[in-house]
């Protein structure tokens, strides 16, 4: 089944329901044209989000391609790999896809060939450090740059109550509290990381455009990876869109350009793992 698109930007023009997916893409890809970064979200394991990230990239041909997915020490390899000619298996190992705990490479490898000019940069945090951030906080993980990032910056109690919030529903109720501030500081850091690649490849790639490849929760303008961007260089244009599995509460929302609702795959439930055996 393929998706409805929704537009509920407050910004960019509505965007409506098209008649099949590649034209709903080159809607949003149309929408998203004039920004220096694009942000495509997805839920990493339906097939129908990477459909529709693969057929956008093809209609914008970005001179850079982001993924949250790829630590950064894999980049040259993979440029190397892809301007030799490499497949996508080699391309798999190289990146050791197969232990990195993400879905089929399959699902990703048609992003990439979508644009085989651009130069593919790493966005992904090294699990030691995303830990490490959770128990010391973002800002002293991050480093040097953290203040351009903002992260130097306690969050307002309000604004830290919210995103608190949203780990807890993001992991099924099933941590305890007193993780929850952890889990807000390494989203902090990913999403800070994700905009520090994305910035680096717009210089690299002399001035995009960029398109980033993240889960939906890095493409919220209000508290992922766009509201870090803005924090750190602010007449940067951003286009965020959401992918998601059920229409959003509130289409007034400006969290996100544009949101693409696409059904399920079938999978297990995601929330078994938080409950506990009996419970």
């Known amino acids: 089944m393929r998706r409805v698109l929704l537009a509920v930007s407050l910004v ?5 329901a098209a008649s099949d997916g590649v034209a709903q893409s080159a809607e949003i890809a149309e929408a998203a044209r004039s920004a220096e970064i694009v942000v495509l979200g997805e839920i990493h394991d ?7 990230q693969a057929e956008i990239v093809a209609a914008l041909q970005p001179a850079a391609l982001v993924f949250e997915m790829i630590p950064q020490q894999f980049e040259d390899e993979v440029n190397r790999l892809r301007a030799a000619g490499a497949s996508r298996e080699q391309i798999a190992e190289a990146l050791d896809w197969h232990d990195s705990g993400w879905p089929d490479f399959d699902m990703y490898a048609p992003i990439m060939e979508a644009a085989p000019e651009a130069r593919i940069f790493g966005g992904g945090q090294p699990t030691a450090e995303v830990r490490r951030a959770m ?11 953290a203040e351009k990032y903002g992260l130097d910056q306690p969050l307002p109690p309000e604004e830290m109550a919210a995103r608190e919030d949203l780990m807890r529903a993001a992991h099924c109720g099933g941590v305890p509290a007193e993780m929850l501030p952890g889990l807000v500081e390494a989203q902090r850091f ?38 870090l961007v803005a924090v750190a260089e602010p007449d940067v244009r951003v286009f ?20 693409a609702v696409a059904a399920p795959p079938d999978r297990d439930d995601p929330c078994a793992a938080f409950v506990a055996p009996g419970g």
Not at 12 to 16: E, R, S
């Open 12 to 16: 960019v023009p509505a965007i409506g």
């Open 240 to 259: 965020a869109l959401a992918q998601v599995e059920s229409a959003p509460d509130d289409a007034e929302d400006d969290a996100f350009d544009a949101v």
């Open 135 to 145: 128990l010391e906080g973002a800002a002293g993980v991050f480093g040097p740059d």
């Open 46 to 52: 339906n097939p129908d989000h990477h459909r529709t």
């Open 190 to 227: 990913r999403d800070a990381g994700l905009a520090d690649a994305a910035l680096w490849a717009r210089t690299m790639a002399g001035g995009g455009p960029v398109v980033v490849i993240a889960g939906t929760g890095h493409a919220d303008k209000h508290r992922g990876m766009p509201a």
